[in-house]
């Protein structure tokens, strides 16, 4: 397992895929810049690299409360999945809580809480970093 930002593969490629905001979740621009420069380095020559990025306020709920995303029943446990998140508008990030509750005969028995930090840009901002990592045809 290495960071994007680290990343020293023994090859090259003709593509490289980054899936649903993968690359949002280097919060820092400079890790940011570096890990586009190292995949940039792990394209074979006209090679592409394709990145989905969103913005996380397209149709995001609202920011700071609990919400409820989704319910599974197995077995007489349900399983409960909760989002909570706080956005940073000037520094462009959203900070992000999953919790994940497990219920069995309507009482919790099991929760876990993850953080996850997301980094948005605006197009040009990005379509500049691209350039400085030298990337062509943007």
Request: proline share 4%; net charge negative; charged share 25%.
């Amino acid at each position: 397992e290495q960071s994007m930002q680290q990343l020293d593969l023994p090859k090259q490629y003709g593509c490289i895929f980054s899936a649903l905001g993968t690359f949002q979740q280097i919060s820092n621009r400079e890790d940011a810049q570096r890990a586009l420069q190292t995949l940039y380095d792990h394209l074979l020559p006209g090679g592409r690299l394709v990145i989905y990025l969103y913005l996380p306020w397209y149709n995001a709920l609202p920011f700071g409360d609990w919400h409820e995303q989704e319910k599974v029943v197995m077995h007489n446990k349900k399983i409960v999945v909760r989002e909570k998140s706080v956005h940073d508008p000037i520094e462009q990030l959203v900070f992000c809580t999953y919790r994940y509750e497990v219920f069995e005969n309507s009482v919790r028995v099991e929760r876990e809480d993850h953080e996850l930090t997301l980094c948005w840009y605006s197009r040009y901002e990005f379509e500049m970093m691209l350039r400085k990592a030298d990337f062509k045809n943007i």
